[in-house]
């Protein structure tokens, strides 16, 4: 018993510490085209469950990818965020 005590313990200890160790959520991500050199695909918050193949971007660098006809995600809605649409 004392054992299986023991081992649960050390279990969470390190899923703590991995919890502690991880880098955090960028703000901001879009999400690649298909193929070497596509343009980027869509816009997302980051943290979305929705993206995929992305690359973490800036706030700036968001606004600026959807001005210029980058889709935004419709699950979480980076344009309304970022105060381009109400």
């Known amino acids: 018993m004392d054992a ?14 991995g919890e502690e160790r991880r880098p955090p959520t960028p703000g901001w991500v879009v999400e690649r085209g298909i193929g ?22 800036t706030r700036a660098q968001a606004l600026q990818a959807l001005v210029t006809g980058v889709r935004a995600c419709i699950h979480r809605r980076p344009d309304t965020e970022l105060g381009i649409l109400e």
């Open 4 to 17: 299986a005590i023991a081992t649960a313990e050390q279990r969470a200890a390190e899923q703590q510490s």
């Open 36 to 57: 070497q050199g596509a343009p980027p695909a869509e816009v997302h918050v980051g943290g979305c469950h929705m993206a995929r193949n992305t690359r973490p971007v």
